[in-house]
């Protein structure tokens, strides 16, 4: 039987100063521990990249942006250790975007869940479809949005980060995440989308990368603590994801899907 945990890539393309960066899974652009790991050191590598001005983070092909945790990978955890290592992986993508010293544009064109919204709201400036709603599921599986919490209340607000997490089966659209912030701008084709951020990634390009620096640290002010923080929400939901309720909630939710 074929392991989804060890599926997927994460590939970088770098052009007049703009480094794109494309994670892919073949489930729904889910991300297992090993495709987390090598997804937030490519972002650390890129934004080291002296030739890098700007980074673009999108996912593969035309549907899901991304589905968060892998289910396989969930079930397969059976000690503290071993989800909290996991859960850290979505920790240590959101702390690698906030440390990097490059501004980075996401590209949303579908569904986000879960990590997903994480992963969208770590940006710095995102973009999205009409496609692209969001829903925040972990209470659903018996876990709790612990990790993403920070970085997605951060961009939403408590009021509507609540209101995800509370009602976790619920898809908010992508018009309900642009009126809270989440996104920047909604377009009704990936197409429109593509263009807008060509154009704000090339006008980046050519700014002062000192500003862009300065800016980027004056966005993320308040979140130095967040290596630890994320740290001990990543505990949090190792500890969950072994309890009878999350495993049986998981296998549920796995059928379905």
């Not at 951060?154 to 509507?160: D, E, I, N, P």
């Amino acid at each position: 039987m074929e392991d989804k945990t060890q599926l997927g890539s994460v590939d970088t393309v770098i052009e007049n100063g703009v480094a794109t960066i494309t994670f892919f899974h073949p489930s729904h652009n889910s991300l297992p521990g090993k495709l987390l790991a090598k997804l937030a050191n490519e972002i650390t590598t890129v934004g080291n990249k002296d030739e890098v001005v700007v980074i673009v983070l999108k996912s593969g092909g035309d549907r899901t942006f991304c589905a968060g945790a892998s289910f396989d990978e969930l079930l397969s955890i059976k000690d503290l250790d071993t989800g909290k290592v996991f859960f850290s992986g979505f920790a240590n993508v959101i702390n690698a975007c906030r440390t990097c010293a490059k501004i980075i544009i996401g590209r949303v064109q579908g569904k986000a869940v879960g990590g997903g919204v994480g992963v969208a709201a770590a940006t710095d400036y995102c973009f999205a479809t009409k496609y692209a709603a969001v829903k925040l599921s972990e209470l659903a599986i018996g876990i709790g949005p612990f990790v993403i919490g920070p970085v997605v209340e951060r961009k939403v607000g408590v009021s509507a980060f609540s209101q995800m997490a509370l009602d976790a089966t619920t898809w908010y659209p992508a018009s309900w995440a642009e009126d809270r912030g989440l996104y920047a701008d909604v377009f009704d084709s990936v197409e429109e989308m593509d263009k807008a951020i060509d154009e704000l990634a090339a006008q980046l390009a050519k700014s002062n990368p000192e500003a862009l620096g300065l800016l980027k640290k004056a966005f993320w002010k308040g979140t130095d603590d967040w290596s630890s923080l994320l740290a001990e929400r990543a505990a949090m939901s190792g500890r969950l994801v072994l309890s009878d309720f999350t495993v049986n909630a998981i296998n549920k939710f796995r059928q379905k899907a």
